[in-house]
């Protein structure tokens, strides 16, 4: 069974509830008896309730960008994953390299943020990646292979059986900068053979991996025509729904 794609939006910090409610307008005709893949959209916490109801009608599911791990307590400025739940969203993105690189975000931290996800029943989308650096010193395979370890460390694969996965090598986020199609998926190979080891084969083989950096409708197609490229996370091109739309229907 080929894995179905899944195509989704990180609108990281960007618009407002009236925005959302505009984006959907004009993005919902746009892909309208497409249903060749799941589209999810992850706008900021503050835009959820807007997204969810603008998109109430369609078959597009909502994400969070963020989830903490714990179900309630004096965690100032978090938000729990029975949060989430209680108002309709489905999708977490988990560990995205912005949060590693700014707010602290650890392999242990996105690790806890994992387990409670899937516990919950989120579907989670966590993010690995190397930084340019790494790339550089060759390290691109150990990094991957230490992210996935760490991420899915004490997660049972009957546990995991929803997770998906976004390579998005850090250097090619916002630059403008693309790994070729075939960089891509070569590194999506080392995450499945990584998850191979960890979850087994018949886990390992069904798994989604996104990639992520700079999709835009110009490169779309030949990302997605990688056997081992199961969708992408897309941020900037996102923002703009014929642009979203035209990387959806690559
Ligand atoms: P970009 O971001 O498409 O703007 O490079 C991708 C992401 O950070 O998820």
Known sequence: ????????????????????????????????????????????FLDLPAALEASKESKIAIGAQNVHWKEEGAFT?????????ALGVSHVIVGHSERRQYFCETDDTVNLRLKAALEAG?????????????REAGLTDDVLRRQCVRA????????????IVAYE???????GKTATPELAAEAHAVIRSEATEIFGEE??????ILYGGSVKPENSKALMSQEEIDGALVGGASLDPKSFAAIVKY
Not at 122 to 133: A, K, R, T
Not at 152 to 163: E, G, N, R, T
Not at 203 to 208: E, K, P, T, V
Request: glycine fraction near 6%; charged fraction near 20%; charge should be positive.
């Open 1 to 44: 069974m080929p894995r179905t794609k899944v195509m989704a939006a990180n609108w990281k910090m960007y618009k407002t509830p009236d925005q959302t409610s505009e984006f959907f307008r004009n993005f919902l005709p746009l892909v309208s008896g497409h249903s060749r893949d799941e589209i999810v959209v992850c706008p900021p």
């Open 169 to 175: 090598p850090v250097w090619a986020i916002g630059t």
């Open 122 to 134: 989120l579907i989670p989308i966590c993010c690995v990646g190397e930084v340019l650096e790494e």
């Open 152 to 163: 899915f460390h004490a997660i049972s694969a009957k546990k995991a059986a929803k997770l």
């Open 77 to 85: 400025g978090e938000t729990s994953a029975g949060q989430l739940l």
């Open 203 to 208: 886990f390992a083989g069904d798994l989604r």
